[in-house]
């Protein structure tokens, strides 16, 4: 799209044309530069405003007058900045909220658009809130509690989940946060508890408890978690005490869902069902992967919460930020950890029977290249400098996949409620998974997926559906919520043939349960199982390869982490590769160049914006 017809599309065409229009810059961001001019605004105004939105698309909340374009020019000269404060589109701040509303906002060295000023002034303002309301619980949690809440062990490693449970009691927000297999969840579930037995000597009954996260697939996966670990609190060698039993099924009802959908979602424009004059009927709410929030969507839930409800996010802080706005966990994570107040708890101790990773990924995860190199070890390195060596490599990938989808007879005929050879089959889907940083080109995941899927399909076996798009062992990835279908952005399937009794086996794409059935519903349709029919999915697209965004909140037996052979690509982040490397259980494999890896390593994502510093701002005012 040209500029002009950027500006036709906001409804004012043949203005003048971009000064100086920068390549890096967007339709978008010319349109906001036509904007500013048709508002009364002068080219300098109009330069900012553009680059103001250009941040925005790089997730930046915020522009900072010292912003470098990619050739690290500064993008404002110090007149274009003097000029900035004294344009009528401006409202000029230091600290805090835009006395009036003005389009844009120069708060100290940083320029706002206004929604991203507004979202991280009340974001800031509503969690400063929550700490302050803390105050000492009516039912503090004894050792003979935590005790009994962790299966009646009490080993040092222990600590901080026991000291994350005793903390979050009397709180209106607690943070946990911590790597892989750190025991988040096991933790939460145990907080939960605490949370429940508080409320109930309060208030004299159980609480509403609601569980989300950004994804439908994260919301589901921590669902399942809990159910799993309260049943092994229950049953298990040591089941807790009866007197837990009501506060245990206050959990296994507690609904799931994404925080779209347990805000009421009306679509992009059309806000939410539960706001501030409409606050959500919840006294607990979790929000796990809490690292793929954005700054837009904490401030919906914030706004949503009743004042009296206790917000508990989870997450790991280090991890890839949103694709949207800002870098709120992190932020957030950030400014507890400089007023240290009890409400954050960081868990490192990796309870998993396979620790093997562990060293690898702390590395990548602080960044620290020696320490790197002396785990390397735990890794398998493929060099792959360009198209010829990657084709290679992943027709070895697919001869692996291959070998995994005949170990469970994926072109065999299964009953529809043969759930156990069902779920076999679905199990293919986390032995193993290719990472991709890009998106787009030849090291992106659509045509890594593409060339995985061509190989697969060159199987003997799979001739009968040489034809059609569907065979059996084809894996895809919903890539929009379909609220009607119960499925979501990041839902993967496998398609299997399922013999229904009636002829001819049907091609049918299984699923895992639905994020937002109760458990109660769950456990009555057999082990909740779906099976789908190709045609009626949302739109989907070939999972074989992912970008490594997309991999958040899942985690695989063997992950390979694809890199671009160019280290000067601006995706290589320390945070991106930790995201990739720790979806890994067991097998990682990294296809990059070593300076590629090293770029990676020591370049930490950093967002432009100032919430850190809001929510650290509450000892003065
Ligand atoms: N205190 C503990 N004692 C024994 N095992 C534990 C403890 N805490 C966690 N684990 C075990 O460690 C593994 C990881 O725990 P959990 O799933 O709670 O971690 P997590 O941080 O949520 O992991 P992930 O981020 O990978 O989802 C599980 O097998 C769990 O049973």
Redesign the pocket.
Known sequence: MSAYTAGEAFGFARQQRVVDSPDEWRDLDRAVWHWVMAHGGDEATARAAAWASHAEGQGHSALPLAYCDSSGRRVLDDRQCDALARSPLVAAVQAGDAPEARPLVLDGEHLYLLRNHRAEVDVARALRARRDAAHAPRSPISDADLRAL??G?W?D??ER?RAAVRQALGRRLMVLT???????????LRMLLGLSCEHHAVTGRLPQLRIAAPTGKAAQ?LAE?LRQ?AERLHGGAQPIGAEWLPHLGAVLTADAATVHRLLGSRGRHGGYAFNAGEPLPADIVVIDEASMLDLGLLRALLAALREDAVLVLVG?ADQLTSVGTGSVMMDVVQALEDDLRGDLVR?SH????DVALVPINEAVRAGDVAAFDAAIGAATVHAVPDVASLRRRLFAWARDLQAALEAVAITTPVAANHQRALAARLAVLRRQQLLCALREGSFGATQAAETIAARLRAWEALAPWSGGAWYPGRCVMVTRNDHAARLYNGDVGVCVLVDNGAGKPLLQVAFEPAPDASSAIRETTAAGLRLLDPTTLPPHEDAFALTVHKSQGS?YDRVAVLLPPDPASPLLVRQMLYTGMSRAKTVVELWALSEVTKKALSTRLARHGRLANRISASRHG
């Open positions: 962790f299966n062990s080993q490693a222990e989940q911590g790597g892989p297999g750190t025991g988040k969840t096991t933790t939460v996966r978690s670990g790991d868990l990796c309870f998993r029977a985690e």
